[in-house]
């Protein structure tokens, strides 16, 4: 999906999960964390879903939990 203009949510939340994901690789590769890091990658990545879930919702009802 191409926005016509530059989404700010969407612009902080890649950079989070870019940050996530860095910080995910040095866990494993040098501190050998695999739990911890597992966990973080998978909360840290959820925040792009769920920016992405709202984007794409089709009504009022989709936003509502």
């Known amino acids: 999906m191409s926005l ?4 700010l949510i969407v612009d902080k939340s890649y950079e989070y999960t870019q940050k ?4 995910y ?3 494993i590769s040098e501190k050998k964390e ?3 890091s597992k966990q973080l990658m998978q909360s840290g990545t959820s925040v792009g879903a769920i920016v992405r879930g709202a984007i794409v919702s089709h009504s009022k009802k989709e936003y509502i939990v």
Request: aromatic fraction near 14%.
């Open 20 to 23: 996530i994901v860095f910080i």
């Open 4 to 7: 016509a203009k530059t989404n």
């Open 25 to 27: 690789k040095q866990l």
């Open 34 to 36: 695999y739990v911890l």
